[in-house]
């Protein structure tokens, strides 16, 4: 079982609608939780962490579930410049696991 | 500071001969990570430092590759007689753990071919 799983889609949708990603870990020792944003050709870069309690930055909102092992990724009035992949990465002890990724596409 | 630095950018050797990658971290950054990532694929974990310290080898890793940060600031990877399937990305990324986050930052990576 890989550490990190995520669901590598592709996933189009059209500008405006919402769309959800999900990762799971197996690792319950596991301590802190973020989401990196990857664009085509680019090296990874950090959208946002994770905290238990939820958090939001503008159209992003992130969630967590430890009891679950389980980090969600929600975005809201997807636009064009949100294409990218998406990768979930977990804190083990201060090695970071990346997940494969998940593919978004928005389109016009 | 001009970010994590990352060299050669490309590498193209054949299979057999040796390379070595080089990563400049952040200068106040006391940690440093490599990682591989092939297409569709994410970044997959090599190794990573706290200063000079090498904290952690994946298992997965054979002998062949090595890792060193002797003065806890640039860090090399060597490949030895490399391999077809050694083909890919290898980024590098520091951070500072001290800040609780452990955030990385990532050079533009090593691409390398192996033929």
């Known amino acids: 079982r890989k550490e990190v799983e995520q669901d590598p889609g592709p996933f189009n949708v059209p500008e405006g609608a919402t769309v959800a990603f999900n990762c799971t870990y197996s690792?319950?020792?596991?301590?802190?939780f973020f989401w990196y944003r990857q664009d085509c050709r680019k090296e990874p870069k950090l959208l946002m962490s994770?905290?238990?309690s939820g958090n939001e930055d503008g159209r992003f909102t992130a969630q967590l579930n430890r009891a679950s092992q389980y980090i969600s990724l929600l975005i809201r009035d997807s636009k064009l410049s949100d294409s990218a992949t998406y990768l979930c990465?977990?804190?083990?002890?201060?090695?970071?696991?990346f997940g494969q990724g998940t593919t978004l596409q928005v389109k016009p | 500071d001009t970010g994590v630095s990352q060299n050669p950018r490309h590498k193209i050797t054949k299979r057999g001969q040796n390379v070595t990658f080089r990563c400049d971290p952040i200068?106040?950054?006391?940690?440093l990570y490599w990682y591989r990532q092939t297409l569709g694929q994410g970044p997959e974990f090599l190794t990573y430092?706290?200063?000079?310290?090498?904290?952690?080898k994946s298992r997965l890793l054979s002998d062949r590759f090595s890792a060193e940060r002797p003065k806890g600031s640039f860090s090399t990877l060597e490949i030895q007689r490399t391999e077809q399937g050694d083909s890919a990305m290898y980024l590098c990324?520091?951070?500072?753990?001290?800040?609780?986050?452990?955030?990385?930052?990532f050079g533009a990576g090593s691409r390398l071919t192996v033929l």
């Open positions: 994770v905290y238990s």
């Open positions: 990324a520091s951070s500072f753990s001290e800040s609780g986050a452990n955030v990385l930052t």
């Open positions: 200068s106040e950054h006391n940690r």
């Open positions: 990465v977990v804190n083990l002890r201060g090695k970071l696991i």
């Open positions: 690792n319950s020792a596991s301590q802190s």
């Open positions: 430092f706290q200063n000079e310290a090498q904290l952690e």
